[in-house]
């Protein structure tokens, strides 16, 4: 069975600082491994994915994510936080097999000025 | 424009009276989810439809129905809504399960449920 995990439901970081959000995760054959972000009052939109091309996967707004296999682990980072970012991230996982989605709890960012 | 809608986008009703929230897509997608969303237990699966006539259980799909008659529509039905279904709801659709587990996913706006 697949699992997500989102370390902190909550991140704080300071305006032009780094943002990492961090998702493990656990399958038994090879993942997808998604970050979709909700801003308020909003659905939720993708911000990239991973399909097993290049380990490094850029998305929108300047967020990128590493897989990194043998920490089982997708995290995400932007290298300069913009109060836009404030919203809430979430990490998910699928397989070839398992086409559903399974879903972290979410990481709620927040952005100091 | 591409796109996911959902009807009523917040709506209060009481204990036991039918309700139903509207979902429909513009994108032709074969796939199409109900999510709720709450506090601390990110997305949870309710129904989902691979495509027309074709339905079945997510994770949390006790005291809802779904229905999948046309391609571009999938309503969400509470029949006898309770207080533990409050929650905010997410409709997903996306393009097809050939490509296995890979597809995007595109939500609706979201409609936020209180039940009284």
């Known amino acids: 069975a697949q699992s997500v995990t989102q370390l902190g439901s909550h991140v704080s970081v300071s305006e032009g600082a780094l943002v990492l959000l961090r998702c493990n995760y656990s399958s038994s054959v090879p993942p997808y491994l998604f970050w979709y972000v909700q801003y308020p009052n909003q659905g939720l939109q993708l911000l990239l994915k991973y399909t097993s091309a290049a380990t490094l996967v850029k998305g929108i707004n300047g967020f990128e994510a590493e897989f990194k296999k043998s920490e089982t682990s997708f995290h995400l980072t932007k290298p300069s936080a913009h109060m836009s970012d404030a919203a809430e991230y979430f990490c998910a996982v699928s397989t070839n097999s398992n086409y559903q989605l399974i879903w972290g709890a979410g990481t709620k960012l927040i952005i100091k000025p | 424009e591409a796109q996911v809608t959902q009807n009523p986008r917040y709506l209060i009703t009481v204990t036991g009276k039918k309700l139903t929230v509207t979902c429909s897509q513009n994108?032709?997608?074969?796939?199409m989810s109900w999510y709720r969303q709450d506090p601390g237990l990110g997305l949870r699966q309710i129904y989902y439809?691979?495509?027309?006539?074709?339905?079945d259980k997510g994770d949390v799909p006790e005291g809802y129905k779904v229905s999948r008659k046309e391609k571009r529509n999938f309503p969400l039905i509470l029949e006898s809504p309770s207080p533990n279904q409050t929650s905010l709801y997410f409709c997903?659709?996306?393009?097809?399960?050939?490509?296995?587990?890979?597809?995007?996913?595109?939500f609706g706006p979201g409609t936020r449920l209180l039940v009284l």
């Open positions: 994108m032709n997608h074969e796939y």
């Open positions: 439809s691979m495509n027309v006539e074709v339905t």
């Open positions: 997903a659709s996306s393009p097809g399960v050939l490509a296995g587990g890979r597809e995007t996913q595109y």
